[in-house]
């Protein structure tokens, strides 16, 4: 029962940060109309976001082995609060340096979370309903992404609020909602998690010895990088006559669709993949992804989104199947490699810059997204090179 309500409250605690990374899809557009930017300033969102994993995880684990993961969550719930509440000075003074200082701070909270929230739930019971359970909270997560899009866009884009002014009311709300989360943690009892034990003798190795990790690294930032691209620039993209001429509030709608699709993906998909097996599924998923983002190339309106809004579906099991297959049999490097594995998780930041700098240029926005569809082209020779070895 105790781990029940455990699991239940780490549950709405992914839905919550699921909501708020997903909110960036929206302020992209947004602070790019209200500071009247260009494709690569607006991304700039996702890059101090996506950033403050790549410099806040690493120190993150020696927080939480320090203070425990109780109270490292509770810490990342007040910071990630004091990260929204700065997006309230950042839009009276209407100062977009201060938006991304703000969601620096907001995003580092997220990172200190999933470092102290995912080995707690993997924990939290049997090792063998671990990959169960963490799929279970994944799955609230994507609920998040899923429900962001349409929330978000009522109350950012709301009649009567002009500019950069409109984000203060939803981002103080989830302000007070996440003090009340840390209240609601630091009342809950949480049951105590043993440390792993790690044996004195085992061999350091080297990252290098393991191709498939090194590999993986490379197709997590691939994947982030792409999908996060996907979804701040589709706003912008229904929005250009060619594909209808699409207001922010009708737009944001096709947005909640393509996270939706990674949802239904991450149910449907681990089903077939115990025939397919992961690394073929894995291949499989990014070919067709390739296939539609290229296929949208040569449509318009209602039919070239849809070609982008089903990559979504192929996105679904995307990042544990790489996670796990680039830690196979890596022995006592996996802790290292975990770490790696997630600071690679910057592609967030640098791949939409790219896509964006393209956008810019002569390229244009449609043509850019050329750029995720040459991460996916990566991963898929990523996962024919899992396939093979594994035969």
């Not at 309903?129 to 609920?143: E, G, I, M």
């Not at 930032?221 to 996907?230: M, P």
């Not at 989104?305 to 297959?325: E, K, R």
């Not at 910057?346 to 850019?368: E, I, M």
Request: aromatic share 12%.
């Amino acid at each position: 029962m105790v781990q029940t309500r455990a699991l239940g409250l780490l549950s709405f605690l992914f839905f919550t940060f699921g909501f708020i990374t997903c909110l960036n899809d929206l302020l992209v557009p947004h602070l790019k109309n209200s500071f009247e930017l260009s494709y690569t300033g607006s991304i700039l969102v996702q890059f101090c976001f996506f950033t403050a994993y790549f410099v806040i995880s690493p120190p993150s684990g020696k927080i939480v082995e320090k203070i425990g993961y109780k109270r490292g969550m509770i810490v990342a719930l007040l910071i990630i609060a004091v990260g929204c509440l700065l997006f309230v000075p950042a839009a009276k003074v209407h100062s977009f340096n201060l938006f991304l200082f703000a969601l620096f701070v907001l995003a580092g909270g997220i990172a200190l979370l999933q470092v102290a929230a995912n080995p707690y739930i993997a924990r939290l019971g049997a090792p063998e309903t671990a990959s169960r359970r963490l799929t279970l909270v994944q799955a609230f997560n994507s609920l998040g992404t899923a429900v962001a899009p349409l929330i978000g866009a009522a109350l950012i884009f709301r009649a009567g609020f002009s500019g950069a002014e409109s984000v203060v009311g939803p981002y103080t709300g989830l302000a007070l909602l996440l003090v009340l989360l840390a209240v609601g943690v630091h009342f809950t009892h949480l049951p105590d998690i043993e440390e792993e034990k790690v044996e004195a003798g085992a061999p350091a190795g080297k990252i290098s010895d393991h191709p498939q990790l090194v590999l993986g690294i490379i197709g997590i930032f691939f994947y982030v990088g792409s999908e996060v691209a996907i979804g701040s620039f589709l706003v912008s993209l229904m929005n250009l006559p060619e594909m209808g001429s699409m207001q922010e509030v009708e737009a944001a709608k096709y947005v909640a669709l393509y996270w939706t699709g990674a949802m239904i993906g991450r149910f449907a998909g681990s089903a077939y993949m115990q025939k397919l097996g992961p690394a073929r599924t894995l291949f499989y998923h990014a070919i067709v992804a390739v296939g539609l983002i290229a296929s949208s190339f040569f449509l318009t309106g209602l039919n070239a989104l849809a070609c982008l809004l089903l990559v979504g579906y192929c996105n679904s099991i995307m990042f544990p199947t790489i996670f796990t297959q680039a830690l196979d049999g890596v022995g006592s490097l996996t802790k290292k490699g975990s770490a790696l594995l997630c600071m690679a998780i910057v592609g967030g930041a640098l791949v939409p810059l790219l896509q964006g700098a393209v956008a810019d240029s002569s390229v244009g926005l449609r043509n850019s997204y050329l750029i995720p569809l040459l991460g996916y082209v990566y991963i898929a020779y990523f996962g024919w090179f899992r396939a093979r070895k594994v035969k």
